[in-house]
DNA sequence: TCTGGGGTCCTAGGACCC
DNA sequence: TCTGGGGTCCTAGGACCC
């Protein structure tokens, strides 16, 4: 029995969500900037349509947005991981297996559906979560994950197929048509650099690369392409990940809000970013054998000199302790900071990563210590979640944060926060 | 003036060992 | 004059994804 995979991706997700509490932006072109409000990262059709291209940078089209009456926002990042949770929960009803792949796209195990029709079972996906959540989605169902993101790609911008493309109903003829009218760039594992050496060899479309050799591809790209050509052949060779493994490197950074000269407050950003990439460490049970902290200024500005530099700092133990990391990340800072530099931009990584369960005992360990570090942290997180994010926090992290990004354009967080919660008139 | 953030995997090449 | 070969580990860099 073959596989049967449903992807299901949202569409245009971060401008849709927008749109569900506020519903005067249907129809009308609507973009959502990166932190800082930096770049393009959404756009609705209308400002796909309007040639905006994704990654652009906010100042370069602004001139052309006022002309079009283009709506940008801040991301919002609250509501659209709750709203992505809402989608999630909903699409697990559909399967017992599913992998979340990403903040708007899972894939389905449709095994044991096929008395439901899968054509069908995917519009019923569709409408619940139109109804349930009012975001627009596609689905595509295939034997293979690249398969079914392509067909989903399929359904996203061919009308005929209403939202559901199911590779299992087309025709191999039609299969053969659809991939010869497709770039091989619509890919998935196919990115700008891969699909110019293709180009070059002569590999143009879809279907020019299912019918590439494996050994050539394999030679001139990397076991990854010759998967990608299996997979497109209907071969599977990327399964289904339901436990999400757990992360082998934490990273958390942000270009700052303005220029910033001092290395103090460098040093708060640092101890910031740290605190957060300690929480994300903490919540999968992990522990950190080593930081890494890097600094940059704007390479953009070229004319400014320049000063790009990070450094690892193993640690005596693995922690997950946020005053100990933070310690260890102001220690790279002090090594790493040259004055005179006008400062973009800093970031932290955690690396060797082990599972707390994995951590060896030694002779000298502080048990009173290191339970009391570990009440100490279940606090801090218990108290952050129950009350927002920073609630409870360092001295280090700096109480102005002067640095901290823009994000002027910020919708309320309709859904997780109380008093930014809609409110609903009758007349 | 203004250009995101967070991940993964693979390969090549050097160091080192026997 | 002649100067091995193979394995492993690590790191940097590149490519991809959303």
Not at 175 to 204: T, Y
Not at 224 to 230: D, F, L, N, P
Request: charged share 25%; aromatic share 8%.
């Amino acid at each position: 029995m073959p596989r049967n995979l449903a992807l299901i991706d949202c569409n245009n997700f971060y401008a849709s969500c927008e749109r569900v509490f506020n519903p005067t932006l249907e129809g009308k072109p609507l973009v959502v900037l990166s932190n800082n409000d930096g770049c393009v990262v959404a756009r609705s059709q209308e400002a796909k349509d309007l040639g905006i291209k994704m990654g652009v940078p906010w100042f370069q089209i602004e001139g052309l947005a006022k002309r079009h009456g283009i709506i940008a926002f801040s991301s919002n990042y609250a509501l659209y991981a709750d709203m992505s949770n809402r989608v999630m929960a909903i699409l697990a009803s559909f399967s017992p297996s599913q992998e979340v792949y990403s903040i708007d796209e899972c894939f389905l195990d449709l095994a044991g559906f096929e008395r439901r029709g899968f054509t069908r079972y995917g519009q019923e996906m569709r409408s619940a979560i139109k109804r349930w959540v009012g975001l627009p989605v596609c689905v595509g169902i295939a034997p293979t994950k690249t398969l079914a993101k392509l067909v989903n790609h399929v359904a996203k911008k061919r009308p005929q197929f209403d939202g559901v493309c199911n590779y299992n109903d087309l025709s191999t003829d039609e299969i053969d048509a659809l991939m010869g009218e497709l770039p091989v760039s619509e890919v998935w594992g196919v990115g700008c650099r891969h699909s110019a050496h293709l180009q070059q060899i002569g590999i143009l479309t879809v279907r020019d690369l299912r019918q590439a050799s494996p050994k050539m591809i394999r030679k001139q790209f990397s076991v990854v392409m010759e998967r990608t050509v299996a997979e497109l052949n209907g071969e599977p060779c990327l399964a289904l990940e339901e436990m999400a493994p757990a992360k082998k490197q934490i990273m958390s950074s942000r270009s700052f809000g303005r220029p910033v000269f001092a290395l103090d407050e460098l040093a708060e950003s640092v101890a910031s970013y740290m605190s957060r990439a300690a929480e994300k460490l903490r919540r999968q049970h992990s522990l950190a054998g080593a930081v890494q902290v890097y600094v940059r200024t704007n390479p953009f500005k070229e004319r400014d000199p320049q000063y790009s530099h990070g450094m690892i700092l193993p640690l005596a133990e693995p922690t997950d302790d946020t005053r100990r990391l933070v310690a260890a990340a102001i220690i790279v800072l002090r090594r790493l900071y040259r004055p005179g530099f006008a400062y973009a931009k800093t970031g932290v990584m955690l690396t060797e990563i082990i599972a707390a369960t994995q951590r060896m005992p030694t002779l000298f360990d502080d048990t009173v210590g290191m339970t009391r570090s570990k009440n100490l942290m279940h606090a801090v997180d218990r108290i952050n979640q129950a009350y927002g994010r920073g609630t409870i926090r360092l001295a280090a992290e700096g109480l102005d944060q002067h640095w901290k990004m823009r994000a002027g354009r910020r919708s309320p967080s309709f859904t997780t926060c109380l008093a930014e919660i809609p409110i609903a008139r009758a007349i």
